[in-house]
């Protein structure tokens, strides 16, 4: 992986392969580029240039550790405009899964001169009261039990035993807070973003609810939504042909 040190001094780590029209892919919560989107990295680098960072705080990203502020997503666009200003690859699609979605469509918003294109999966551009509860029912992460081994393991093979309950702990408040202040994620700012935007959830999403995605595609100008059969919340695991063909085609269409 690449590295480099973003403005306030954190370490920013990326891969940055293949050639052609630019590609950001931003994870989601608890992962890492690889964890989340490497399938989605190995095919698409054989036709454009994936630039793919491990978030602040996550992974190679590291020191600081990671945490959560309540306008990280906020902080992570900002890194994200930060990386591309050094990179200059060009105006970039950017493609976003879960907490990554609703930071590439605050960049798009915040940084139209950036972004060409987004594909937001896993959104929802509020913070919904079932998030927030939800999320409260994670805690203490003592007690997880056989239901949540899977996570678990994933969160001590990515981030290491000792972040395990920071991360929880830390997102959980944070939402919470998020909740607090209205919900906005980045709903209010959704009518500034111009470029086209596809999103994209599983029809069976628990917490990003249907009405509230549906209410962020109407506010963007130009977006589009699809909701994909028998799939949760992690599309590129639970249909990834579908998620794929998808993504090409919108690719096709703004690269």
């Not at 989605?40 to 990671?66: K, N």
């Not at 963007?220 to 063909?245: C, K, M, W, Y």
């Amino acid at each position: 992986m690449h590295q480099t040190t973003l403005p306030d001094g954190a370490t920013l780590a990326y891969h940055d392969r293949g050639t052609g029209a630019a590609l950001l892919m931003l994870h989601g919560f608890t992962g890492t580029a690889r964890s989340h989107l490497g399938s989605l990295i190995d095919d698409l680098s054989q036709h454009y240039r994936v630039i793919a960072p491990d978030l602040r705080g996550y992974g190679m990203s590291r020191p600081p550790l990671r945490d959560f502020p309540p306008d990280f997503y906020q902080r992570d666009a900002s890194d994200m405009a930060a990386l591309l200003d050094r990179l200059a690859p060009g105006p970039v699609v950017v493609l976003g899964f879960s907490d990554g979605a609703e930071s590439a469509l605050v960049l798009a918003a915040s940084r139209p001169d950036l972004v060409r294109g987004v594909v937001a999966w896993g959104v929802a551009g509020v913070i919904a009261p079932q998030m927030a509860a939800a999320a409260q029912r994670w805690l203490p992460v003592s007690a997880w039990g056989a239901n949540r081994a899977a996570w678990r393991a994933e969160i001590v093979a990515t981030q290491g035993e000792a972040m395990l309950e920071p991360l929880i702990s830390g997102w959980a408040a944070a939402v919470a807070a998020i909740l607090a202040a209205g919900g906005n994620i980045v709903y209010d700012q959704a009518d500034q973003i111009r470029c086209p935007v596809l999103l994209i959830n599983g029809d069976g999403e628990v917490n990003n609810l249907p009405e509230d995605v549906r209410r962020l595609a109407a506010r963007i100008p130009n977006a589009r939504l699809t909701f994909v059969t028998q799939s949760g919340h992690s599309i590129q695991d639970d249909q990834p042909e579908v998620l794929l063909h998808l993504i090409r085609h919108f690719l096709e269409q703004v690269c």
